[in-house]
């Protein structure tokens, strides 16, 4: 898997894939990640990649060349991208779904360009030029597109195989299923007067695996009902929804 991500603030990116399991990806040569500072593609002296908008109004735009000039030089080196993402508050949110949709585009590895947007953004021009497919992280205002692209970074490449340990770890993540994660639980079996259920202590394998599915069900129903119109669920799980619905009235 091979991404490339576009910034003024190389650091801030290169710091986020310093630690945890991205890091181990990058090292064990799973994840190729490059970072770009987008004032080498420049070419005045004073290296500016913004001006002001055109129309007027507040704060400053990015301009468009030096990030097309970024773009065509990151496919010149190392290779036409499957996708060039502009990550922005304009964009289509960002779930598991797109993910795994990017984590798939081509078989042996996706190819991502991950553009950092700053100030009050990105001369539209870009978007047409170079292809770009804006993505959103949430309904909120960051103050540019380094954070959210360590976000996308983490998020796909956890669905890559050879990046978590345990790929069963993966497929039991909140969303992978359509339903948030069930509670867990680890020693003592009791703390601070709050014991660990009881079923979970049993050895009862099918047990726990009924007892996990409906208090995923149940957590879900109290925190994202909306994710239930579009998860998988069979007959035992509209059963056990039925009955914790019953629970509430």
């Known amino acids: 898997m091979k991404f490339d991500v576009v910034t003024i603030f190389p650091r801030m990116i290169e710091a986020g894939l310093a630690e945890g399991v991205i890091s181990r990806g990058i090292a064990a040569g ?27 109004g507040p704060g400053m735009v990015m301009k468009p060349e030096p990030l097309v000039r970024a773009c065509e030089a990151i496919r010149q080196a190392r290779g036409t991208p499957d996708a060039v ?17 990017l ?24 978007l047409d030029l170079v292809g770009a497919e804006e993505l959103s992280i949430g309904d909120y205002v960051l103050s540019g597109g380094e954070l959210a692209a360590l976000v ?9 195989p050879g990046v978590v340990g345990d790929d069963q770890s993966v497929q039991e993540d909140s969303f992978s299923s359509g339903l948030l994660d069930h509670p867990h639980y680890t020693r003592p079996a009791e703390f601070a007067g709050k014991a660990v259920p009881d079923v979970l202590l049993s050895g009862h394998h099918a047990e726990v695996r009924k007892w996990r599915r409906k208090a995923a069900l149940a957590r879900t129903l109290e925190r994202r009902p ?8 069979d007959e035992g799980d509209r059963a056990a929804l039925d009955e914790l619905r019953r629970s509430k009235t």
């Open 152 to 160: 996308v970074i983490d998020a796909v490449s956890r669905l890559v």
């Open 30 to 56: 799973v994840l190729d990640v490059a970072v770009h500072d987008l004032r080498d593609f420049t070419t005045d002296r004073h290296r500016s990649v913004d001006d002001v908008p055109y129309g007027g």
């Open 85 to 101: 993402i502009a990550l922005s508050p304009q964009g289509r949110q960002f779930d598991q779904a797109a993910a795994a949709r």
């Open 226 to 233: 909306d994710l239930l119109e579009s998860a998988a669920l």
């Open 103 to 126: 984590s798939g585009i081509r078989n042996g590895g996706a190819h991502l360009v991950l553009l950092c947007g700053r100030y009050e953004g990105v001369d539209e021009r870009v």
